[in-house]
């Protein structure tokens, strides 16, 4: 059986290397943990190739450790536990996991000791490395694997016209009752997540821990102003849109703290369907045309909420800006505050998506520590270096795709 077309996308990121200045990182997500891409500087290369590599822990030198001398790729997951660890940290300016005491120069991602203790650096190795390929712009179409054998009959299949529509009616039923589930599945969830609501107030910063502990949010949330901030943090809730259930505001509930004046912050993905929604009459299901049509990207525009911060010297976003080296870009050079979430329109990294659709259904599996997808497995790493078909083309942004929820 092959992967379905949104398994291979997830299988795949695609980034565009020109848009990344030499000395800065970038962060994306592949398969469900952040990835650093470092453009490295003449001086970092150098200094990467003078380390005595033979008296490290893991023994390889810096030119096996790369495709090309200056991009450093490498899963931004700490191989003790599976911190993320913080960019621009540490003695070495590196990537750092404080408290662990395990940190690393930019140039070389190797295991790095702290002086303050240096019996206690318990990361066993340097970040890992996802399987990924480079290529150079070309208008000239690869050719797939096996191109010069002869075709294969399964070339030479045509699908009518009457087939064809049978196939488009077909799926188009299958699409209406996903809906119909989707919505039935929201409907029977909320008294539920309501109940689960009340459970939760008693626990002591659980909605911090919860979101902690999802690698993605991790990355948005490196800074320990941040963190002290997000300690305040009692109660989440996602309010879903009755036209469109896919369409939400997170609401973050805040007791009183030192940093904002504002009781709840929220996220608002404001739906704009088209004129022709309003003309149309839901049928027994409550499903209407337009709901079949529904694209994320089309019909969603994220909001910004202005924070009102106490004093400048506990503003949060001022303090660490979201960097765009150009208004186009899609991936910021650094996402600076996490806050900056709120009072920034574009969700850059889809992490209201991500908390909407992932953490909140599953947030005790997340303060637990057991939710799946997000922990680094080794076997699983190590089956993806194997394996051909799962690479990171880091050439040209893929096409955005739609939000499911």
Known sequence: MSASA?????AKVEVELANIPEGKNVVIKWRGKPVFIRHRTAGEIEEARQV?????RDPQSDEERVKKPEWLVMLGVCTHLGCVPIGEAGDYGGWCVPVLASCSAPATVRITISPAVPAKAPAPLPTPFPSFIMTAKTSKKRASPGADIEKSPLDAVELGEEDAMKLNDIQKDIQRAELILER???????????????ALKSIKMFWPVALMNHGVFAVHAQHD?????????EDVWVVRDKREPKVFTLEFYFKENPFFSDPVLRKEYRFEPSNAADDET????GITPSMLDFSWERDVTAQATKINWKDDSKNLTKLYPLVLEEAE???????????????????????????????????IDYFMGTAGGDELDSEDEE???????????????????????
Do not use: C, M
């Open 225 to 233: 102003a941040d963190k002290t901030a997000l300690s305040y943090l």
């Open 383 to 405: 089956e993806s270096e194997d394996d051909e078909n799962e690479e990171i083309d880091l050439e040209k942004p893929r096409e955005k795709k739609a939000k499911k929820a």
């Open 52 to 56: 005595d590599w033979k008296s490290l």
């Open 329 to 363: 870009d899609d991936i910021p050079s650094d996402f600076g505050s996490f806050f900056n979430f709120f009072e920034v329109a574009p969700d850059h990294g889809d992490l209201g998506v991500i908390i909407a659709n992932e953490v909140f259904p599953d947030v």
């Open 6 to 10: 949104d398994v291979l996308a997830l």
């Open 184 to 198: 039935r599945a929201q409907e029977t969830l909320t008294p539920v997540y309501q109940r689960r609501r009340e």
């Open 282 to 285: 839901p049928d027994a299901d």
